[in-house]
């Protein structure tokens, strides 16, 4: 990695998020003199790009519309749009027929491959980012096996990681959703023909489903507190908190009334279900229970007790929250979808995290255009995507606003790159004023 000449921006991590900002950046360029191009490059630990392959299950859908795609809220008119990718794919008026806001999962991340292709973007794959330095200059991005890559500014998007609950230690037989596609091969045998999924989300929901239709012969015992799932609230006037206006909305509010306005619609992301997949689950469990067969068992009000992990499976105890009734099930693996965490600054920035400012609960402070408040001496901007929940609301990890965030992070990063050169020039140094 040949980086010894700094960019104007580096970006850590490439997935859907900085491949917007990316796609944001090049149409930037294009439409400026060459003498004001932002310049950038990415790191990204993954060997190509991927977006969550291992809950890529067959029939799943998106649960936001094609619309909210990379580019259209920002520009509707953009090459990189979902429409445009499914024009050059040839099946523009076979989607129109589909009558459908909602592509599959696969279509959606065919599509983020498509423009994770097309984008002019220097990404360099298969680079772990163990760190960042900052020389008084500029910002040195330390790669794992590889030269350092340096940089302006920084925008950090480091994804999210899957979370167990305390105590459980990740095996062939227990984990996480998020990789299942790849743990099921290795899961060491089959002896017992038996699932047990925890959580009770819309991911838990499809994992159920999927082992119960790729297993014929197996048993799926879905175990979560509720007594059943929760339909997810997709009405018109809930979804106005995935607006790009309720980003200001919020980040302007109070941390009370932030916090408010989390719960009061956490129905529509968090442990919530799409109705048609509830329906399903429960036709196919009373169609069992008429058949006289069961293999699929919704165990609502129900938690872990026990797992005992051993080298022909795992013994789960499942108990009954409200009568404390205990059923041991002998199953092949426990697979937990049991919500995401997203990656700390330290994980990103190593030392240099010390130097940015926390609330009171030790969340980092971030400004409206998603910039870190840092202490003095760092002098270049590090803006970051996700882990801004607590200070932008519901859509810091999701999709649906990924076009605007792009567009107002290069309005940043333009009005900083113009206050440098005006430094640089000796003129008057603009000051930061965050959107």
Known sequence: MNSSDPVDVVGVGFGPSNLALAIALSERNRAVDASEWITSAFVEKQSRFGWHRGMLLPGTTMQISFLKDLVTQRNSCSEYSFLNYLSERGRLVHFINAQSFFPTRLEFHDYLEWAANRVAAPVHYGATATGVRWTGDVFEVQVEGREPVFGRSLVLAGGIAGTLPSGIRASDRVFHNHRLLAHLPQIPSLEHNRFVVVGSGQSAAEVAAYLHETYPDAEIHAVFGKYGYTPADDSPYANRIFDPEAVMDFHQSSVELRQQLLDYHRGTNYSAVDPPLIEELYRREYAERVAGR??????????????????????VRVAHRPSQAVVDLDCDAVVFATGFRPTGLKDLLGELADQCELDDLGRPQVGRDYRLVINNPVGGPIYLQGNTEHTHGLTSTLLSNL?????????????????????NEGEQILVHQPL
């Open 294 to 315: 069961r293999r699929l068992f919704v165990r609502g009000a129900s938690e872990i007790a026990g797992i005992i992990e051993s080298v022909s499976g795992v013994s």
């Open 403 to 423: 076009a605007v965030r792009s567009g107002e992070l290069v309005t940043s990063l333009a009005r900083d790159r113009s206050g440098r050169i005006a430094d």
